[in-house]
């Protein structure tokens, strides 16, 4: 499995940004994609994830201002980001875990990641 994560930027605080993963390579299309993101210094955090089905989790700290989709023609899973705050700086990256635990931060695939960072 490929993916390869664009959108990722500087943005002011209080401003949006999406996130795009294109996924290569999927056999099941039903197979769950995540977006986790990690700051430097800081453990990796997941963020949301999404089945092919349209069912779609969140990290309570994120539910709010976050919204994952995805389009299954394109192969594509799209994180739109709203009320960005410094403290959301980090390396975004999509994955398909391993596992229904998506905190558990094993992965059968991630991308490189893109970068987003907040501020002022």
């Known amino acids: 499995v490929q993916l390869v994560e664009s959108g990722g930027g500087l943005v002011q605080p209080g401003g949006s940004l999406r996130l795009s993963c294109v996924v290569h390579?999927?056999?099941?299309?039903?197979?769950?994609i995540i977006w986790a993101r990690q700051a430097p210094g800081k453990a990796i955090e997941w963020v949301s994830g999404?089945?092919?089905?349209?069912?779609?989790y969140y990290n309570h700290n994120m539910r709010f201002r976050f919204a994952i989709s995805r389009d299954n023609v394109d192969n594509t899973v799209y994180l739109e980001m709203n009320d960005l705050k410094p403290e959301d700086t980090a390396l975004y990256f999509c994955?398909?875990?391993?596992?229904?635990?998506?905190?558990?931060?094993?992965?059968?695939?991630r991308g490189q990641g893109t970068q987003v960072t907040v501020s002022s």
């Open positions: 999404i089945y092919g089905d349209g069912s779609s």
């Open positions: 390579g999927l056999t099941n299309s039903n197979q769950p």
């Open positions: 994955a398909v875990p391993r596992y229904t635990d998506f905190d558990l931060q094993i992965y059968d695939g």
